[in-house]
């Protein structure tokens, strides 16, 4: 196997930390070619789609590419800020906070940046890049609480890939997931109270996270016991009674049956039923997106007002919420536990002097 060239090696360069906020992605632009560029390495992942590549390859370029490419662009478009993606801008915003509180919090050693697992900026890339400027300890985040083969990892997977071509592999920390960690539900049930202070209450919270199909869970994944634990813990900081809240699976793909129930028949079914309110949040996500912005703040929306509902509130996601941020500091700084990130003046004023030493030593030796 051929390695990647390393980059060029600087006796008595003093190693840093990085964190790496990683999410799902998204298309360079609202537009059907974009679109198609973005879909097709996410659908071309074998931990999104379990179907052998060579029959799935066929489908996906001849009967989903062609169609599907041009009407998701469409719903890019209903969503797009001036400023770009809503994913995009607001992974962005969450990693720029990160860095600044964990600078407040003592961590001046230690670089936050992100990536995304398909589209631009490419997590690969971004590995590299913070080889080339000295990082040897690295702690990827994925933007995902809870975790699932199908998501957190697909990010291993292209982790693993990457470093399996470099010689000189920085050390690395994995954060699987979070779902029932304070900080996370402390900043979910902070969100939800805002807004009821702001907005009112309504008769249900309806708790909707992505779907994933109902196989995953018979093999194994715990995603779907992941999802749950997060609504029981939420549910018991708001104080709400089993029958105020539901969880229900959206982002529906296929003939094949997902976890269930699915959102939005849940939403048609509880108008039906004469509820007049409802609130829908999505605390699978950490950012706003397509599927929460378009599917569940205008279809879902929709699916509720057309059978009799009146009163539709949409909960943002966490996006760049101050008590998120402080959330994700807290869960960084468990995975940060052991290395230097937080030295003193005196302790980084030594570890200078000793790269000092170090490259004169290195000078007289020829190297």
Same mark, same amino acid.
């Given at each position: 196997?051929?390695?990647?060239?390393?980059?060029?090696?600087?006796?008595?360069?003093?190693?840093?930390?990085?964190?790496? #906020?990683?999410?799902?992605?998204?298309?360079?632009?609202?537009? +059907?070619?974009?679109?198609?560029?973005?879909?097709?390495?996410?659908?071309?992942?074998? *931990?999104?789609?379990?179907?052998?590549?060579?029959?799935?390859?066929?489908?996906?370029?001849?009967?989903?590419?062609?169609?599907?490419?041009?009407?998701?662009?469409?719903?890019?478009?209903?969503? @797009?800020? *001036?400023?770009?993606?809503?994913?995009?801008?607001?992974?962005?915003?969450?990693?720029?906070?990160?860095?600044?509180?964990?600078?407040?919090?003592?961590?001046?050693?230690?670089?936050?940046?992100?990536?995304?697992?398909?589209?631009?900026?490419?997590?690969?890339?971004?590995?590299?890049?913070? +080889?080339?400027?000295?990082?040897? *300890?690295?702690?990827?985040?994925?933007?995902?609480?809870?975790?699932?083969?199908?998501?957190?990892?697909?990010? @291993?997977?292209?982790?693993?890939?990457?470093?399996?071509?470099?010689?000189?592999?920085?050390?690395? *920390?994995?954060?699987?997931?979070?779902?029932?960690?304070?900080?996370?539900?402390?900043?979910?049930?902070?969100?939800?109270?805002?807004? @009821?202070?702001?907005?009112?209450?309504?008769? +249900? #919270?309806?708790?909707?996270?992505?779907?994933?199909?109902?196989?995953?869970?018979?093999?194994?994944?715990?995603?779907?016991?992941?999802?749950?634990?997060?609504?029981?813990?939420?549910?018991?900081?708001?104080?709400?009674?089993?029958?105020?809240?539901?969880?229900?699976?959206?982002?529906?793909?296929?003939?094949?049956?997902?976890?269930?129930?699915?959102?939005?028949?849940?939403?048609?079914?509880?108008?039906?039923?004469?509820?007049?309110?409802?609130?829908?949040?999505?605390?699978?996500?950490?950012?706003?997106?397509?599927?929460?912005?378009?599917?569940?703040?205008?279809?879902?929306?929709?699916?509720?007002?057309?059978?009799?509902?009146?009163?539709?509130?949409?909960?943002?996601?966490?996006?760049?919420?101050?008590?998120?941020?402080?959330?994700?500091?807290?869960?960084?700084?468990?995975?940060?536990?052991?290395?230097?990130?937080?030295?003193?003046?005196?302790?980084?004023?030594?570890?200078?002097?000793?790269?000092?030493?170090?490259?004169?030593?290195?000078? +007289?030796?020829?190297?």
């Amino acid at each position: 196997m051929a390695f990647n060239q390393e980059p060029p090696h600087e006796h008595g360069t003093i190693a840093t930390s990085a964190i790496v #906020l990683v999410n799902l992605g998204t298309p360079d632009a609202p537009t +059907k070619q974009a679109v198609r560029r973005y879909l097709k390495q996410f659908l071309l992942d074998p *931990r999104v789609v379990e179907i052998p590549l060579a029959v799935w390859n066929v489908i996906l370029r001849l009967a989903i590419l062609p169609f599907r490419s041009g009407q998701s662009a469409k719903k890019y478009a209903s969503i @797009w800020r *001036r400023d770009g993606s809503p994913l995009m801008v607001y992974t962005q915003r969450q990693a720029a906070a990160l860095q600044a509180l964990l600078g407040q919090r003592g961590h001046h050693d230690v670089a936050v940046t992100m990536a995304m697992r398909y589209g631009s900026p490419a997590l690969p890339d971004v590995l590299d890049d913070l +080889k080339a400027r000295g990082v040897d *300890r690295i702690v990827v985040l994925p933007a995902y609480p809870q975790y699932s083969g199908t998501t957190t990892a697909s990010i @291993w997977d292209a982790v693993f890939d990457h470093f399996k071509k470099v010689r000189n592999i920085p050390e690395l *920390r994995l954060v699987k997931h979070y779902h029932d960690h304070d900080g996370y539900i402390e900043a979910l049930a902070e969100s939800v109270e805002s807004y @009821w202070e702001a907005h009112g209450r309504g008769e +249900k #919270l309806v708790m909707s996270f992505h779907g994933v199909p109902k196989r995953t869970l018979l093999l194994g994944d715990p995603y779907h016991c992941e999802c749950h634990r997060t609504a029981r813990l939420l549910a018991a900081r708001l104080r709400l009674a089993p029958d105020q809240y539901l969880v229900t699976f959206q982002s529906r793909f296929g003939r094949t049956e997902w976890l269930q129930p699915y959102t939005a028949p849940t939403v048609q079914q509880l108008a039906r039923a004469g509820v007049k309110r409802i609130d829908v949040m999505c605390p699978g996500f950490t950012s706003d997106c397509l599927e929460t912005l378009e599917e569940i703040n205008m279809e879902v929306r929709h699916d509720f007002e057309s059978n009799g509902g009146q009163d539709y509130h949409y909960i943002p996601c966490l996006n760049d919420n101050p008590a998120w941020i402080v959330g994700m500091a807290e869960i960084a700084e468990q995975h940060l536990i052991g290395w230097p990130t937080m030295l003193t003046p005196a302790e980084r004023e030594a570890r200078r002097r000793d790269a000092e030493i170090a490259r004169e030593h290195a000078a +007289k030796m020829g190297a």
